[in-house]
């Protein structure tokens, strides 16, 4: 055979496969957190705009608790480490009544009723944004994914990642 064919075959056989799909099951009512709305998603008239800049968003959604229950999408999706095999991660959903306001100050992660200093770090996307928060000196490990939906910022997801 030619070089070439051998080579053609090669990467088509190496891209040309697809990936098996994970079957999970989610509780019904709600699909896990998916980007929708781009930036410039426009906003009903006579509706009053949100901040469309993230860091105002986050400044406010850390300071408002009201402010940051109405930016908080119901029930939260979440996800978390199983106890017993922490390699495997659970599905759940968080109702407003059992949401514990989320602050991101470094020395105010509170874990189980345990407080730890902490570290937090951002991961940007075209329309969303991912901060993770991990416990200095500890495995405690919180995502919250936000995204921008509908002309404004939400809290769409939470991991605990937490080993």
Not at 146 to 161: I, N, R, S
Request: hydrophobic share 35%; aromatic share 18%.
């Amino acid at each position: 055979m030619d070089m070439r064919v051998i080579i053609i075959l090669s990467v088509l056989l190496c891209f040309g496969c697809n990936k098996p799909i994970a079957n999970t099951t989610l509780a019904a009512g709600k699909a896990p957190y998916t980007q929708h709305a781009p930036y410039d998603k426009a906003i009903a008239p006579g509706e009053e705009p949100c901040d469309t800049s993230f860091a105002l968003f986050i400044q406010k959604f850390e300071n408002d608790t009201v402010f940051q229950l109405r930016h908080t999408e119901f029930p939260l999706f979440y996800t978390y480490s199983d106890e017993d095999f922490p390699l495997d991660f659970m599905e759940g959903y968080i109702d407003r009544e059992e949401y514990d306001v989320v602050n991101f100050s470094k020395d105010s992660l509170i874990y189980h009723g345990k407080k730890y200093a902490s570290e937090l770090y951002t991961e940007r996307a075209k329309d969303s944004v991912h901060y993770y928060q991990a416990g200095k000196g500890s495995y405690v490990n919180l995502r919250y994914h936000f995204a921008f939906k509908e002309g404004c910022w939400y809290l769409v997801q939470f991991d605990d990642m937490t080993d």
